[in-house]
């Protein structure tokens, strides 16, 4: 039988219910709030990780077992497009912001329109440089792992035995 979420986490409540689980989570890895507790902020900072993780396993878990305007959003051509290219964009995105702030900082200082201009920038050049590393760096992998077999699978040994 199909594991399914327990009914308060099903359908568009529940996802709107991971999300604040998962957002309770982020603020619990904020500075100011762990320093808030004093000498037991260190308790809330480890609570951070795993409620943001468990809020955002649910909300995937939604959007796959329940039919809501998430999954159909999420569902979106557009939006299956960032969803295939977001592990090159996770990997992408520091450079290319580092890159583009240097660029415009200087030119814009620290600002809201210098910030502005660096976020819609990274963005307009983290898509198609984490789209070319998908496409040459993560599908030939990924095509080629399909024919992998790990030795310890094979029936021959690792390592051939030595005759002295």
């Keep these: 039988e199909k594991y399914q979420l327990p009914l308060l986490f099903r359908g568009f409540w529940g996802f709107i219910l991971a999300f604040i689980i998962a957002y309770i989570g982020r603020i619990f890895m904020l500075t100011e709030f762990v320093n808030f507790f004093g000498?037991?902020?260190?308790?809330?900072?480890?609570?951070?990780?795993?409620?943001?993780?468990?809020?955002?396993?649910?909300?995937?878990?939604?959007?796959?077992?329940?039919?809501?305007?998430?999954?159909?959003f999420f569902s979106w051509k557009p939006m299956l497009f960032i969803g295939r290219i977001s592990y090159s964009m996770y990997l992408?995105?520091?450079?290319?912001?580092?890159?583009?702030?240097?660029?415009?900082?200087?030119?814009?200082?620290?600002?809201?329109?210098?910030?502005?201009?660096?976020?819609?920038?990274?963005?307009?050049?983290?898509?198609?440089?984490?789209?070319?590393?998908?496409?040459f760096l993560e599908l030939p992998y990924f095509k080629k792992s399909k024919h992998f077999t790990p030795l310890i699978l094979t029936k021959e040994p690792a390592y051939p035995s030595s005759k002295i």
Aim: glycine content about 8%; charged content about 5%.
């Design 39 to 72: 000498n037991y902020g260190f308790i809330i900072r480890a609570f951070g990780d795993p409620l943001m993780t468990l809020g955002f396993s649910i909300m995937m878990y939604n959007l796959i077992t329940t039919k809501t305007v998430f999954s159909g």
């Design 92 to 135: 992408w995105h520091f450079i290319i912001c580092l890159w583009v702030s240097r660029l415009l900082m200087p030119v814009f200082g620290i600002s809201n329109l210098g910030l502005y201009s660096v976020l819609i920038l990274s963005v307009i050049l983290a898509v198609p440089v984490s789209w070319l590393s998908y496409k």
